[in-house]
């Protein structure tokens, strides 16, 4: 029987994050019915950081048709921007230069909420404060992002433009330009969101797994979450949360899933010391990016396609980390490393960069959460604070912009 939301394979290959340490989450099996005020369908990050948000003055269900964590999240390169994967100067042609500040602010406040969380929730995921560095490529070359770093310095975010000299001396690549952000981190994806759920049913939240959703049904008083058990569970409200599997019949416009491949080289590779403190990724299609994990393994990824199915043939995983380390190797010749693990996954593209958070059309009690582009874990922090103001009754002032 269909479920409730499309079913995709989302990965292959192995993520070096399936191995981490610390990932155990608490599961139950359900075995009655339940009422809560809030069921959330998904357990990556989007779900965890709703769970822990609301968990707190709230019942709390979590259910997911995969091990907490096992979907989209253990495939993040988890490069934790505020930068949008549109410009502020393109996002500000698409949606007006007021709308395209405040989208730039919230994202870059929120990079700090996740921060703050981590060092509050104290959830070992080797988070860490990285610079970013962008490099003009094939789609904004030197003029546009020296416009592009005025724009942003204009509004108070910590940007800079970079001449081709001093990206030369100071970095050892040649590329006619670059913007010098600060304020983004990296982090481990599956070891912070099992931390933000343990965190949650510490507060209470129950996390069910493995459970298909089949239907969810809403009414005047709440939903009614029927499942593969043969059980209901009845809420108050109801929070997709599911990543690249869309719920079924809600709208996604001027969205797409494509397909993208990650590499993680073993431990201690041989790179400049700058990097270990700098994100690097470039203003191109298909692009190339790359950090350095704590234990000092490189994580690259990029050429992403269009396919939404691409990333399933084995063969072509194999390709395309191939073309990303030659892409590595010859913006930065000094680097050495041996590919320890890749991996390829599905990916979401909107036309703004913007993700899509709000209430579901058609359905009372409902909102979805649908983060699309680069920015996934900070959006799913903005989301988890724009769905749990409107669940408390409240409104956040940024709402609007990501029902477009």
């Known amino acids: 029987m269909a479920g409730a939301t499309l079913k995709k394979n989302l990965r292959t290959g192995r993520s070096v994050w399936a191995d981490s340490p ?8 359900l075995e009655r019915a339940i009422s809560v005020d809030v069921a959330i369908i998904g357990a990556g990050i989007s779900g965890a950081f709703m769970a822990r948000e609301l968990s707190r003055d709230h019942s709390v269900a979590v259910l997911d048709r995969r091990p907490p964590l096992m979907g989209s999240t253990v495939a993040s390169t988890a490069m934790l921007q505020w930068e949008i994967d549109l410009p502020l100067t393109a996002l500000g042609e698409k949606i007006g230069p007021v709308d395209a500040a405040r989208a730039y602010r919230r994202s870059r406040s929120a990079v700090d909420d996740l921060k703050q969380i981590v060092a509050r929730e104290r959830i070992p995921c080797g988070l860490k404060d990285k610079a970013s560095l962008y490099l003009a490529g094939n789609d904004y070359g030197h003029r546009a992002l020296e416009a592009e770093a005025d724009a942003r310095a204009a ?29 983004s981190a990296s982090a481990d994806p ?15 939240a129950k996390v069910y797994s493995p459970l298909e959703v089949l239907d969810v049904l809403s009414d005047p008083d709440g939903v009614t979450v029927t499942t593969d058990a043969g059980l209901s569970v009845r809420a108050r409200k109801v929070i997709f949360c599911c990543g690249y599997e869309f719920p079924r019949g809600v709208p996604t416009p001027g969205a797409k899933v494509i397909s993208t491949w990650a590499l993680a080289s073993k431990p201690r590779a041989k790179c400049p010391a700058w990097l270990r403190d700098t994100l690097v990724w470039e203003a191109s299609d298909p692009y190339l990016y790359f950090r350095m994990a704590s234990d000092g393994r490189l994580i690259i990824g990029g050429e992403d396609e269009a396919d939404p199915l691409a990333h399933d043939d084995p063969a072509k995983l194999k390709r395309k980390c191939e073309t990303i380390a030659g ?42 959460v649908m983060g699309f582009g680069g920015n996934g874990i900070t959006y799913s922090v903005i989301a988890s604070q724009v769905v749990a103001a409107e669940v408390r ?12």
């Open 327 to 368: 892409k590595l190797k010859a913006l930065l010749p000094e680097v050495a490393f041996e590919v320890d693990y890749s991996w390829a996954g599905a990916f979401g593209e909107s036309a703004t960069g913007l993700p899509s958070i709000g209430p579901v059309e058609g359905m009372d009690h409902a909102w979805a």
């Open 393 to 404: 009754g409240e409104s956040d002032p940024d709402a609007g912009l990501y029902r477009r």
């Open 190 to 204: 599956a070891r912070l969101a099992a931390g933000l759920l343990r965190r949650a049913i510490a507060d209470g």
């Open 155 to 183: 509004l108070g975010l910590e940007s800079r433009y970079v001449g081709p000299a001093a990206l030369r001396d100071t970095w050892g690549m040649e590329r006619t330009g670059a913007i010098l952000s600060e304020g």
């Open 22 to 29: 610390g990932l155990g989450v608490p599961v139950r099996s």
